[in-house]
T-cell receptor
Framework: DQQVKQNSPSLSVQEGRISILNCDYT??????FLWYKKYPAEGPTFLIS?????DKNEDGRFTVFLNKSAKHLSLHIVPSQPGDSAVYFC???????????FGTGTRLKVLA | DAGVTQSPTHLIKTRGQQVTLRCSPK?????VSWYQQALGQGPQFIFQ???????QRGNFPDRFSGHQFPNYSSELNVNALLLGDSALYLC??????????FGSGTRLTVV
């Protein structure tokens, strides 16, 4: 049972435009969410996080939105740059636990 | 400042053999988690070590075991290797409740 789902395996966006990556979850006990970026032959790199007490968190070009009622979060990248081309994973952790559950990833390609 | 260091980077083993993977956490981090990432999948939690104890375990058989040393470094051991154990093994370090810093992983191939 996949508790964290990224239903779009890939996404292509023109340089300078907005990239929106989506993530859905099923466990209402999740209270902390992360986004990671992964380049080939490297480990995942932390991008941005959000706690369930917030509905938005911003860091430079990256903004994460959390809709608890819909059990949905999204990552917005504005403006998108070719260097943003990578696989993006969302991850969630339930309160009282230490493990993060990852989605299967979305491959973003930013076209120059 | 060195991040998370994993060794070896690549490894080929035969079915039935045993393997040990190693991880040095980022300086200042005291918690180490291990994940398995199969091709086309997201990382799957194996276990987490804190204060040299296994603090939480994912849905992996007892063939997967680990250890954390007083200097916070960690080992992942897998016994009786199966073809399905072929994957990228990621080590992540953190402070007690913080976000992870991942290493680049060990690519294990079982033949």
């Amino acid at each position: 049972d996949q508790q964290v789902k990224q239903n779009s395996p890939s996404l292509s966006v023109q340089e300078g435009r907005i990239s929106i990556l989506n993530c859905d979850y099923t466990n209402s006990m999740f209270d902390y969410f992360l986004w990671y970026k992964k380049y080939p032959a490297e480990g995942p790199t932390f991008l941005i996080s959000i706690s369930s007490i917030k509905d938005k968190n911003e860091d430079g070009r990256f903004t994460v939105f959390l809709n608890k009622s819909a059990k949905h979060l999204s990552l917005h990248i504005v403006p998108s740059q070719p260097g943003d081309s990578a696989v993006y994973f969302c991850a969630a952790r339930a309160s009282g636990t230490y493990k993060y559950i990852f989605g299967t990833g979305t491959r973003l390609k930013v076209l120059a | 400042d060195a991040g998370v260091t994993q060794s070896p980077t690549h490894l080929i083993k035969t079915r039935g053999q045993q393997v040990t993977l190693r991880c040095s956490p980022k300086s200042g981090h005291d918690t180490v988690s291990w994940y398995q990432q199969a091709l086309g999948q997201g990382p799957q939690f194996i276990f987490q070590y804190y204060e040299e104890e296994e603090r939480q375990r994912g849905n992996f058989p007892d063939r997967f075991s680990g250890h954390q040393f007083p200097n916070y470094s960690s080992e992942l051991n897998v016994n009786a290797l199966l073809l399905g154990d072929s994957a990228l093994y990621l080590c992540a370090s953190s402070l007690v409740s913080g976000g992870y810093t991942f290493g680049s992983g060990t690519r294990l191939t079982v033949v």
